[in-house]
């Protein structure tokens, strides 16, 4: 792993790749959905069949529920995270921040390797 190891007020180290002068002086994303490291390009979502940008919750739990995910309803669960699953038969699970304005590009990763032809992350 190459980059530079950044931590936050809290004491949270993060790795940010490919760093510029930006990563260091931004210090929230400008964009809701961008990528993981600050000072780096905004990523979005996209339903490939019909191109279109996910912006918000509704349309990514309709374009899920299309595509035969459903809620996961657990009382054990992380309250700050909402849950999709496949089956009750498969083991594909999404774990996604309850806002979607704290997604990060590995959320949206996690949703393209579970539906490979359905979705893709652009940079904005």
Do not use: C
């Amino acid at each position: 792993m190459s980059g530079v190891w950044i931590f936050d007020k809290n004491g949270v180290a993060r790795l940010v790749t490919n760093p510029t002068r930006e990563s260091f002086e931004q210090k929230e994303p400008a964009v809701p959905g961008t990528a993981t490291a600050p000072g780096a390009r905004p990523r979005l979502l996209v339903y490939l069949p019909e191109n279109q940008v996910i912006r918000s919750y509704t349309e990514l739990e309709e374009r899920l529920t299309q595509l035969g995910w459903s809620r996961y309803h657990n009382d054990h669960h992380d309250p700050s995270l909402i849950q999709f699953h496949k089956s009750d038969s498969s083991s594909h699970l999404l774990s996604l921040p309850k806002t979607f304005a704290n997604f990060k590009s590995f959320h949206f990763y996690d949703i393209v390797v579970k539906n490979r032809s359905f979705f893709e992350v652009r940079e904005a």
